[in-house]
């Protein structure tokens, strides 16, 4: 495994400012400072950065300070857009209220650093418990996602597995349409192609995706009509 910090932010957002920064490293060590210079120094060494929604939040903020130290947003791992694939069971994991960290202390960085890095490692945990075609249909469908990505390079994990239509109507049969048109779902839309597949694999009728996946990945509800709303005209045993 690689070299992984957590860390959060707290901006403020009209003027764009970063107020407060929280780290914690794989080793413990702290950060808890509203100094850039800081930030940047006990980033040193470090090939994986993740947290809470980095993606759409705090790198954006930090963003400059992660060039200079040369490491590639593509090594970002998001603990938010990876809960829904491996906790997709209602209710949700306990550290999670929506799209937030369940937090003791309100706008504490440090506080939320460390819960992203036991809510990572329990992610983790919960990929490994996975049977191998859902790991395979998990990675080729987001090994080239930002968020996404560097999770599975951290745990260097990869698949020999080239033909992931295949794959996934083994695992869903009789769970999705046969004719529905993976190729096109597949090319267009496979972050909600994973987060229904998540879904529909709990077996758990009263699961439903959480409401900031709908709203920031909008064709969900569109994939799942595909798959598992739309009958179709040849007959399937789904369908039937």
Known sequence: ???????????????????????????????????????????????????????NHDLKYVKNAIV???????NCVDTLFLSPLLFPLKPYHALIK???????????????????????????????KLDEQMKNIFYLLLKDKPGFAAFFKFLNFSSTEDTIEKIIHEKFKNEICEHANLSDIISKMPIELSY???????????????????????????????????????GCAFCN
């Open 1 to 55: 495994m690689e070299t992984i910090v957590f860390f959060d932010t707290e901006i403020n957002i009209k003027t764009g400012m970063i107020l407060d920064i929280g780290g914690i490293k794989q080793n413990g060590s702290l950060l808890h400072s509203s100094s850039i210079t800081e930030f940047v120094s006990f980033m040193n060494g470090v090939t994986t950065i993740c947290g809470h929604n980095i993606i």
């Open 68 to 74: 200079n130290l040369v490491i590639n947003p593509s």
């Open 98 to 128: 929506d799209d937030k960290l369940q937090s003791d202390e309100l706008n504490n960085p440090l506080n939320d650093s460390i819960k992203a890095k036991d809510l990572f490692f329990d992610e983790v945990a919960a990929f490994q």
């Open 196 to 234: 229904c597949l998540a879904t529909i694999n709990t077996n758990d009728r009263h699961s439903i995706t959480p409401a900031w996946v709908q709203k920031n990945f909008q064709n969900v509800d569109q994939v799942m009509f595909l798959l598992r709303n739309n009958p179709c005209f040849e």
